[in-house]
């Protein structure tokens, strides 16, 4: 990467004010120059863009001048006097076909389609090479989800989510695409400052026949899906495979268009698509607790046994969801930094007993309330407990609670009722236990323990 950062600046009204010499002479060559406005279409749209936003933006940057195509990544800073411009990473490359980014040499692509995208897997340049099929009209700005039908792997993972969530390379993501099936490659992007700003890549032509797709994607449209038991180690990885991409990518769109990230939309159109990344978060919890309940059930289920704090455990379940809390006003009294509490139980597991507590405990607080978190020892059992304000729980309630699918009537759509079921299930699988002690309108105590450790 060319680590010299090209720096210029537009006034509000969207002028070339400064610049350095390669960005001016491009303004130059498309017959600008100082003091007039951007004649540089692409770059001129991410400037108006990040005014119209009042927010950095970082993305791929495409121009041309009389020989060459210009390729770089441009950051900008919009201000109350206009915007600054820095672009890094500038290749001129000879003229390819419209919208090829330089991924290759021509003559080792093949056939397939080269593209690039930024961050939010949303293409910024496509062209086909050899004899791949023609690249599909109005392919700008769309992610690559909704232009490839992406394929699981063996695993039921999808490699290009997997990179996303590294940002690094990634090979073999099987996709379909045009009537062909491709295979799709691609490197991460970064600026000059470290900053990541999408992939670039290849997919190229691949002659799969349909019994060579991995074995996972077939079975995700076995008629028998819904005839497989609970017990079936099969059922948690086709849920898995099957559900978690699709929906993964529909709260990743409806909260890009929620945020109004490419620009304003109609304030009623912003609160639908915040619904629909709501329902599909929903969802999305859905489908975790029937792998978890699938996985706890297994015969021979076991927790592991790692050394654990659960006062700095309950920190980071508050540091996860304080979010949530602050939107209802609701305050999170924690433990201090001073307050320990060694105990044995699967780290992971523990956290995720106390972000459904914690979780509980802010759905059914009423605003402005407050949460409590303590923790404690009794003997050899290390305790923490999460009390609430909310309307409390009575004592036929109590004996329902941890049942599995147990919402004790509610009808709106705060979980599945396999929260607290699946909950006590593993706090007995570390050796523990989940209790509740509450009363109709004095609010609920739910409290993890665990076999207490002494630190040496």
Known sequence: MNERVIRGRVDQSGALVSADAPLLRLQQRAGAGLGKPLALPHLARLVALSQRLLHDISRPLYAADDHSDIHALVRITPDADGASIEISDWRAHAVTPPHMPPVADEATLGDGWAWECDPQLRLVALGAAGNAPDVPAGWEGRSLSELFELQPDADGRFPVLRALARQSRFDG?????????????????????????????????????????????????????????????????????????????????????????????????????????HAGRHLLGLVDDLADLQNIERPGFKAARDDIDLGDLARRAVGLLGMKAEEKGIRISAPSTDDRMPATGEFRRVLQVLLNLLGNAIRYSPNDSQIWIRVDRDGDRAMVTVADQGQGIDAEQQAKVFEKFERLGRTDSGGSGLGLYIARRLARAMDGDLTVDSAPGQGARFTLSLPARDEE
């Open 173 to 277: 993501q099987i996709v379909r695409a045009a009537d062909a099936t491709m295979t799709l490659s691609g490197e991460a992007l970064f600026d000059a400052a470290g900053r990541f700003t999408g992939f670039r890549g290849f997919a190229a032509v691949t002659d799969v026949a349909p019994s060579a797709v991995p074995k996972a994607a077939a079975a995700f449209a076995d008629p028998a899906f819904g005839s497989l038991p609970l017990s079936d180690p099969k059922f948690g990885r086709r849920i898995d495979g099957a559900l978690r991409g699709p929906l993964s990518r529909i709260i990743a769109t409806a909260e890009t268009i929620s945020g109004q990230f490419d620009g304003p939309i109609r304030a009623d159109y912003a609160r639908y698509a915040g619904d629909i990344a």
